[in-house]
């Protein structure tokens, strides 16, 4: 099985935002300095999946990020934690691309890749919190979708039987391929990379394609960030006061009934 | 394309809350662009109910109808939504931010290239154009996104605006339900609903007790479930106990969960993660029990209690129900 994994490499998504700052366009954010920046959070359980899948049916599992030369870092990791091989797609004209654009580039990168069976996305990324650029890629691809999925049930060479979340509902459904899945965090725990994977990572050259690579023209934005905001929480909560665990409880539940809430 | 199509999604007998408070927005939008709102509801079953809860003076109101709505086929929701567009014109699309426009949702804007943006606060009209505000980063961004397309493409965040009023409009009409060929790539095989999903809905309850990985393992969880039970409240969780399996994820409160507006909502051993604290931004009251004093969930919560929640919850709920006796 040919499988690609989109990867992309983000701030780490438990800094507080009283750790962010604006970067100097003043569209984008990052963690004040000494916070490195991670793989998201899904796309490791994508990774995972797409390791799973090639240690029952063999294949390959090539990782690709859309990102400055840091992202060579997250796709190092994919490879330590056992992906055959990576490429990064950087290029400076694509540093705010919206999901159009960033799936147009994804897109044109698997069409090189070739004969791919199975993309896996994440369901979103925990900095955009888009939750878009797997579907405007499996558009673009021709590919059949569905996201977000939480249980890969049945696998074989030409289609899979895999569970999709709704509110309160899964999905059984039959995807033939090749297909484009997002990932979500139920399926699975990522593996750690191995000693000797993280060996094969510190040897591996990423190779890059730029925009004269994949013959991707100029994108235009059909959705243009204007403004960036950081919000920053300073509330207090009232803490109760009482002798042990259980008067503290007992002493919530009176100021909670005093207060006519409960 | 001129004036706003906003898109309500049925449930049981009406319409879901969601639906009214996003035709609210839509009011709101329309009056600042000086353009008519058309409202639509998508519907298995007989929508006439539905669709006089759906009377927000609309200039029309369009119901697509059909048995073949039932099951959540992506396929069928974005044909449903082209064939409105297609007939009402609009500027801007507006619907709520559900499980399933988060789905159907990206896929109508890559077929057609709309700009679309999911999960916003508010939506205005600036001088650049339609203008999104939506969180990022968890919720600890706000951005402003100009959306562009004909049409521009939104979802709205649950329990954000109040519910629209209801008022006369225009003329109820009924729409075919487009035909499809089945998608050749992906068959539905079965719907499995999701256990214990089917008490309170999360969404719509009032008071909300959930537990996080600082209950510790599975065989604590009727710590949560016995006070739920007790105080009549329904059981939410955070993401890694859903991840863990402890209670399905139907259950998960946060960005990647249920957003929900309970008067009162009761977090048990939950950090207090931004990821977490983007699914209450609307509770009205939040407590925290936590054995931590400087976890963010305190800065959330109006009412907290700092200590083992074995200790602290099993006296609250039997204080709670000496009280009501
Ligand atoms: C893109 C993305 C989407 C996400 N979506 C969601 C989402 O929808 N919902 C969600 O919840 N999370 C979500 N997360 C995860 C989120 O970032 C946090 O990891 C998660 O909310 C933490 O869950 P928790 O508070 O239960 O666990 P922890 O952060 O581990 O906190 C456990 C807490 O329990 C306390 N505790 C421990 N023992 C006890 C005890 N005996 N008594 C009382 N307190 C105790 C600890 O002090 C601690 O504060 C998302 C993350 C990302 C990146
Ligand atoms: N720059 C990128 N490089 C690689 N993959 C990406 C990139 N942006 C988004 N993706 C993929 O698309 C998914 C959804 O992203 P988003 O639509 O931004 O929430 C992510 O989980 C990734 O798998």
């Known amino acids: 099985m040919n499988i690609v994994v989109t990867i992309k490499q983000v701030e780490d998504p438990a800094t507080p935002p009283s750790h962010m700052v604006l970067g100097a366009s003043g569209k984008s954010v990052q963690s004040v300095s000494g916070v490195p920046r991670v793989m998201n959070g899904y796309d490791a359980n994508a990774v995972e999946e797409a390791l799973r899948l090639k240690e029952k049916h063999g294949g390959k599992v090539t990782v690709v990020s859309l990102g400055d030369s840091s992202a060579r870092n997250t796709l190092k990791r994919a490879i330590a934690m056992g992906a055959d091989s990576c490429v990064l797609l950087s290029d400076p004209q694509w540093e705010l691309l919206d999901s159009f654009g960033t799936a147009t580039v994804l897109a044109a990168a698997i069409r090189k890749i070739g004969n791919v069976d199975l993309v896996l996305c994440g369901r979103q990324a925990s900095d955009s919190d888009a939750g878009q650029v797997l579907y405007w890629l499996a558009e673009m691809r021709e590919f059949p979708v569905a996201s977000p999925i939480v249980k890969i049930e049945e696998s074989s060479a030409d289609a899979l039987v895999v569970h999709s979340l709704l509110e309160e509902e899964y999905q059984r459904l039959s995807v033939k391929l090749p297909a484009l899945l997002g990932i979500s965090s139920e399926i699975n725990e990522p593996r750690q990379p191995s000693p000797k994977g993280t060996v094969t990572a510190t040897r591996t050259m990423v190779p890059t394609w730029n925009a004269a690579a994949l013959a991707v023209g100029p994108l235009t934005c059909k959705v243009d960030m204007t403004k960036l905001e950081i919000q920053i929480r300073t509330g207090k909560a009232e803490l109760i006061e009482g002798a042990d665990g259980a008067a503290r409880g007992r002493a919530l539940a009176d100021k909670l009934h005093q207060l006519e809430l409960l | ?325």
């Open chain 2, 1 to 325: 394309m001129a004036g706003i199509l906003v898109i309500a999604e049925a449930a049981g007998t009406g319409v879901t809350r969601e639906s009214l408070e996003t035709a609210s927005l839509a009011m709101r939008l329309a009056a600042a662009m000086q353009q008519p709102v058309c409202g639509a509801l998508l519907g298995a079953g007989d929508l006439a109910n539905a669709a006089a809860q759906f009377q927000c003076g609309f200039s029309a109101l369009l119901l697509v109808e059909s048995p073949q709505l039932a099951t959540y086929v992506a396929q069928q929701y974005v044909a449903a939504v082209q064939s409105l567009i297609a007939k009402v014109q609009p500027a801007v699309v507006l619907f709520p931010h559900t499980a399933k426009s988060r789905d159907w949702a990206p896929r109508l804007a890559a077929k057609i290239g709309s700009g679309l943006v999911l999960d916003c606060v508010n939506v205005t009209v600036e001088q650049e154009g339609v203008t999104a505000s939506k969180p990022m980063y968890g919720g600890g961004v706000l951005a402003k996104l100009v959306v562009h397309g004909d049409p521009a493409l939104v979802s709205v965040r649950a329990g954000i605006f109040e519910c629209a009023q209801l008022s006369s409009g225009g003329a109820v009409e009924r729409m075919e339900l487009p035909q499809l060929a089945a998608h050749p790539g992906i068959q539905h095989l079965e719907s499995i609903s999701i256990e214990g999903a089917g008490g309170q809905r999360l969404k719509d309850a009032k008071t909300i007790i959930s537990g996080g990985r600082g209950i510790g393992e599975k065989d604590n969880w009727h710590f949560i479930v016995e006070a739920a039970a007790a105080l009549g409240a329904a059981v939410g969780c955070s993401r890694p106990v859903a991840d863990a399996g402890w209670v399905s994820s139907s259950s998960q409160v946060g960005l990647s969960g249920a957003l929900v507006a309970p008067d009162i909502y009761i977090a048990v051993g939950i950090s207090g993660a931004i990821q977490h604290l983007a699914g209450i931004s609307s509770a009205k009251t939040v407590i925290a029990i936590n054995n931590d004093p400087e976890a963010d969930i305190f800065k959330r919560a109006d009412y907290g209690v700092v200590d083992d929640f074995k200790e602290v919850l099993p006296a609250f709920v039997e204080r709670i129900k000496q009280l009501r006796s």
